[in-house]
């Protein structure tokens, strides 16, 4: 009988690549995926925990999901993923009726774990994780983290015409507010080979954009082949390869945008000029409590060079709002970083605690949270007026969009052949393209005449002009 798995998934896009692995690994062992938890054998969450929020909606739908177990003890529950490292042995503890807790670093063994727990005729709670960096060697850390990138099937991504690629594992950075290296283990890149061959395979499977991830991808550094290959080697690379048509990279950290890198982004065609560089703050009282290792002048240095060099990139950033200590002056700071560097746009979190930080340790939660939500207010609105401000001049022009699919009110009507929907789709500066044409588009690129723009949408209308 085939086994059924409901697989939900929260957080950035590294878990989003980790479920669409898992997915793939559970389907060629024989599973289906279905989309709701109530006719599933195994109910599996893939979990976030770099705020609490994240971690709050999870255990709520675990608590949720107690009346199923009660009706159907079979059903195996599992929660996978940076929450799963994080909290470990006390997710039982929270919630007696999970089965199972399978950290980031153990993920690829799922379908085997699955085997065996529902194989016990009584269930131990079942623990896989990966070691305690704080703890243990280093090199026995980085091994406790299993690499997991197998090949998977075009008709298994997202996308057939779009996949991510990870290019390392990981973080070593320690910014004193985040979880991240602590659950995803030790910053480890991946052998520029095996990343060429799976972006080789993906191309040759129709795949046009790939996207490569790394917690700070641009400290990629390869050391296999005797000498350094860097992020910017890598990229040279990945621009010969055939059938692919743009290569984009995710986050970036501030201080490794060498010019090496800038100077590939703009000579390699297919490598989109679209920086993700998160600042966090304008102040450098707290860059130096969130220890992230440069100042408010050397990060604008920085975005002068990105628009010396390739002036026609578009820069993202992340905030956070409110950490230990921000003063209003502070935090002005901020409002005036965002106004001097006009991010194409920003995304703004308020600061959440994270036990197991450093800042958890030493630096007290100490901004109330309506002062936080008014600070994040407030960044955002600066931040939107300057979207709309910058995308108004894009009316009239003509940009190219690989188009994705039907927008999200499209996808609810059934497809009916040649018919004219709404359709999505991203620039190479991956600005968000709205506009007609009939589904046969999508996985396309071509060239949208932008007649209408918000802080956050073109619209746009196909064979305009022509
Ligand atoms: N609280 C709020 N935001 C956080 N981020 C990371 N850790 C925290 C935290 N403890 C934000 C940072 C990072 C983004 C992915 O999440 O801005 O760049
Ligand atoms: Fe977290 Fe800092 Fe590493 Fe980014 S660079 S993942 S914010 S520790």
Known sequence: M???VYLETVGCQMNVLDSELIVSGLVQAGYEVVDSPRNADAILYNTCSVRQHAEDKIYSALGRLRPLKERRPETIIGVLGCMAQKDQNLIFRRAGHVDLVVGPGQIGRLPEILEQVAAQRFREPRLEVSL????????????????????????LRASAFQAMVRIMFGCDKFCTYCIVPTVRGPEQSRPAAEVVAEARRLAADGCLEITLLGQTVNSYKDASEGRILRLSDLLVRLNEIDGLRRIKFVTNYPRHMSDDLLQAVRDLPKVSPYLHVPVQSGSNEQLKRMKRGYTVESYREMIERIRAIVPAAAVTSDFIVGFSGETEEDFRQSVELVRWARFKNSFIFKYSERPGTKAADALPDDVPDEVKRRRNNELLAVQNAISLEDNRPLVGQDIEVLVEGPSKSAQKRPPAGDEIVQLVGRSVTDHIVVFDGTRTLVGRILPVRIEKADAFTLYGRVGAGK
């Open 2 to 4: 085939t086994k059924r």
């Open 132 to 155: 305690d960096r704080m703890k243990e060697r280093r090199s026995l850390v980085e091994e406790s983290f299993v690499k997991f990138d197998p090949p998977r099937p075009a008709e």
